[in-house]
Nanobody, 122 residues
Framework: QVQLVESGGGSVQSGGSLRLSCAAF????????MGWFRQAPGKERERVAA???????TYADSVKGRFTISQDNAKNTLYLQMNSLKPEDTAMYYC????????????????WGQGTQVTVFS
């Protein structure tokens, strides 16, 4: 089992920055792919960014150039640096981890954190 704990959410003015963290606990040695997802009220969940164990990252078009995903394997921690935030970035952000296939399109994200709220006001 793997437990994921997110932190770093909050409220920020449009144009500001936040950094989310996701600490992983448990049997993390076989995790191949980790990602950040978000869901706003009334909207479907969206994959924001993902990174595989080799450090190869992918991003949703809506956040390219503004968000950066990274990982510290020594600390078993995943990060999401969010810059130039917009009101439309407001959502609950979730960390997820999984294995299988290519990351992230065919990854089975079996493990999820509880989420951290990000609110961007204009």
């Amino acid at each position: 089992q793997v437990q994921l704990v997110e932190s770093g959410g909050g409220s920020v003015q449009s144009g500001g920055s936040l950094r989310l963290s996701c600490a992983a606990f448990g049997y993390t040695y076989n995790i191949y792919c980790m990602g950040w997802f978000r869901q706003a009220p009334g909207k479907e969940r969206e994959r924001v960014a993902a990174i595989d164990s080799a450090g190869s990252a992918t991003y949703a078009d809506s956040v390219k150039g503004r968000f950066t995903i990274s990982q510290d394997n020594a600390k078993n921690t995943l990060y999401l640096q969010m810059n130039s935030l917009k009101p439309e970035d407001t959502a609950m952000y979730y960390c997820a981890a999984g294995n299988g296939g290519s990351c992230p399109s065919r990854t089975d994200f079996a493990y999820w954190g509880q989420g951290t709220q990000v609110t961007v006001f204009s």
